[in-house]
């Protein structure tokens, strides 16, 4: 039975039935299955049409669960429901950070769906839903980081799309000086999510990956203190008050689209699902922008980093019908219905071959370049760090807006987190 806090939450998110049983009996027919997608728009409805087909084909019914639409509170939703044992949500949708955290209350879907479909999926994201050797999610989208520039810009000054953070600095610093002296005083050169929040820590794992830099690496030893890191945070901490607003320090992903789509900003830092909106009718900027992998860093083995963004569908351990819960994560996550979302909905595939179709490249010119961007992927340091990880984001999210905002130095900054993520990890043993 749910707490009191779940049961009153659920109370006002009611679950609405979505799917009857049409089809022929089968062995996993006759259940009711209810699933928690987001509340949000396309989204929603998308998971909602999606669950309704799969009820059609087997013979099954569905309740959708409507939940908060903050993640942090849907979160805490999913920990309450699941303390609990609550059998009142089969199938969860999760963040891309949130295995580690929750593996001990989800179902291993390692023998539930066949070897090939598991293979299909993009092998970061296999690797991020495997905890202690359990697939214990399957990917539904993916999304990453990128670069969204002002195409006339560019062209007016005869500059090319910059390929390393240096050249990115270089560029919004000539053309902000040549736009400011016609009166563009509102211009800025360089947009991004700078707020003490989790967005924070995906650009900062940006621009310390693309140096070849880690602040926990793949093993779980704490390397906060990196030269490269520091060199990272200390070129990003320069673009404040010049080629960035100080304002920057306050923005999410919302407020940096804001800025970059009424035309008062050159370069940004976005989500996949800022191209859609930047291109609409009635955009400022519509056919001006263009979009590409975010740049290199510094050093021989400088590369494009970007960090794994999406979520993942989940099966509850409490769920009284495991099989037919993970037979309706098997259909979501498919390729024919990924490939729908992903046209009605530009939620991007997880599964590699889609990047190679026709109608998804001619629908999103976007997808030809999605292979390249996926294999400079970084996976945030959720799954080695497991129920550790809300502690660790915060550390880093707090060292990085710190030493942006000028409360003490990169190196400083990095010097306690590297004492605060090794106090965590218990000297990066993680146990």
């Known amino acids: 039975m749910p707490s009191f806090r779940a049961r009153s939450l659920l109370l006002r998110a009611p679950l ?15 259940a009711r299955i209810s699933i928690s997608c987001s509340s949000l728009g396309v989204e929603a409805e998308l998971c909602r049409t999606g669950a309704e087909e799969w009820a059609k084909k087997t013979g099954n019914e569905v309740s959708l669960v409507a939940t908060p639409p903050n993640a942090d509170e849907r979160f805490s939703l999913y920990l309450t429901l699941l303390a609990s044992r609550s059998s009142d949500v089969d199938v969860l949708q999760i963040d891309v950070t949130w295995p580690g955290m929750l593996v001990s209350h989800l179902v291993d879907l390692t023998p539930l769906i066949p070897e090939n479909e598991r293979a299909d999926h993009l092998p970061v994201l296999i690797a991020n839903d495997t905890v202690d050797g359990k697939l214990i999610a399957a990917p539904f989208f993916v999304d990453v980081g990128l670069l969204y520039y002002r195409k006339d810009l560019l062209e007016r000054y005869g500059k090319p799309v910059p390929k390393t953070w240096r050249e990115l600095t270089d560029v919004a610093t000539e053309i902000l000086k040549a736009e400011r002296a016609k009166g563009s005083g509102d211009l800025q050169g360089f947009v991004f999510q700078g707020k003490a929040y989790e967005g924070l820590a995906c650009n900062a794992l940006e621009w310390i990956a693309s140096s070849d830099g880690a602040i926990v690496d793949a093993k779980g030893r704490v390397t906060a203190e990196a030269p490269e890191n520091i060199a990272a945070l200390t070129m990003a901490k320069a673009w404040i008050g010049t080629i960035a607003p100080r304002g920057v320090l ?12 009424s035309g008062k900003a050159i370069f940004m830092r976005n989500w996949p699902y800022a191209w859609a909106l930047g291109n609409a009718k009635d955009s400022p900027v519509s056919g001006r922008i263009g979009v590409t992998a975010l740049p290199r860093g510094d050093g021989p083995r400088a590369r494009s980093a970007t960090t794994l963004g999406g979520q993942q569908l989940a099966v509850s351990k409490y769920s009284a019908h495991v099989r037919q819960a993970a037979d309706l994560v098997r259909y979501l996550t498919g390729a024919e219905e990924q490939k729908r979302r992903a046209l009605k909905g530009s939620f991007n595939p997880t599964r590699a071959a ?34 550790r990880y809300n502690k660790v984001s915060y550390a880093i999210i707090q060292a990085v807006h710190d030493a942006l905002s000028g409360a003490g130095s990169p190196e400083d900054n990095l010097a ?15 146990n």
């Open 16 to 30: 609405l039935l979505i799917g009857v049983a049409l089809a022929a009996p089968s062995a996993l027919a006759g």
């Open 250 to 261: 306050g923005y999410a992903e919302e407020e940096t689209r804001t800025a970059f789509q």
């Open 354 to 387: 889609l990047y190679r179709d026709p109608e998804l490249i001619a629908s999103n010119p976007l997808y030809q370049e999605f292979p390249a961007i996926l294999d400079g992927a970084v996976a945030r340091p959720s799954t080695v760090s497991g129920r």
């Open 416 to 430: 306690a987190l590297g004492e605060e993520l090794n106090r965590i990890s218990h000297d990066g043993a993680w």
